[in-house]
């Protein structure tokens, strides 16, 4: 049974360019959640897709968007890259809202670097 | 969500317990007390989660205390594949997605 995949694992992008980062829920699982997480710092949300709809987001500027597709899968873009946005990025599974199947796996992770 | 503390950093003999503590004095009734770790550059893994009852798994037990202001999660025998950060949150159980992390413990177990 695979677990969370993402893809790329690494990856560098210059200011002002764009980046489109994948996730693969586990198997079974249907609500995709993606984090960013700072060197040194725990991770936070940046918003969450249910239904290939966004139903949940945090605190992040509309340069982060995504997408879910009818397979569950979910890609993270994000706009304009600043230095800031320098981060590793993560992706989380869990069952529906609906569901009691909510304890979130995550994924190994994308480092972006924005030179 | 609920906020919570955690120190810093801790260390531990190789083969002792760990016992990493949480505060979350504002958790609303409902709301679950959950721990992850993360080791060095992976994704967050699950440890285990609780109401107000305490839980153990093959992994690690988890102690709440009554006024389930605080818990405690304990590793029975340490060993140098547990360092790593731990994370304690606290969240409604049918809200997976919002996760609110601060920035954990960072256990050292020691040889």
């Known amino acids: 049974d695979a677990g969370v995949t993402q893809s790329p694992t690494h990856l560098i992008k210059t200011r002002g360019q764009q980046v489109t980062l994948r996730c693969s829920p586990k198997?079974?699982?249907?609500?995709v959640s993606w984090y960013q997480q700072a060197l040194g710092q725990g991770p936070q949300f940046i918003f969450q897709y249910y239904e290939e709809e966004e139903r949940q987001r945090g605190n992040f500027p509309d340069r982060f968007s995504g997408h879910q597709f009818p397979n569950y899968s979910s890609e993270l873009n994000v706009n304009a890259l600043l230095l800031g946005d320098s981060a590793l990025y993560l992706c989380?599974?869990?069952?529906?809202?609906?569901?009691?199947?909510?304890?979130?796996?995550f994924g190994p992770g994308t480092r972006l670097t924005v030179t | 969500d609920a906020k919570t503390t955690q120190p810093t950093s801790m260390d531990c003999a190789e083969g002792r317990a760990a016992n990493l503590p949480c505060n979350h004095s504002?958790?609303?009734?409902?709301?679950?007390v959950y721990w992850y770790r993360q080791i060095h550059s992976q994704g967050p893994q699950y440890i285990i989660h609780g109401l107000k009852n305490n839980e153990t798994n093959e992994m690690a037990s988890l102690i709440i205390t009554e006024d389930r202001k605080s818990s405690t999660l304990i590793l029975p025998h340490a060993t140098l594949r547990d360092t790593a950060v731990y994370y304690c949150i606290v969240r409604v159980r049918t809200n997976a997605g919002k996760s609110t992390f601060g920035d954990g413990t960072t256990l050292t177990v020691k040889p």
């Open positions: 989380a599974s869990s069952g529906g809202p609906r569901t009691f199947l909510n304890e979130q796996y």
């Open positions: 198997s079974g699982h249907d609500t």
């Open positions: 504002t958790i609303s009734g409902n709301e679950y």
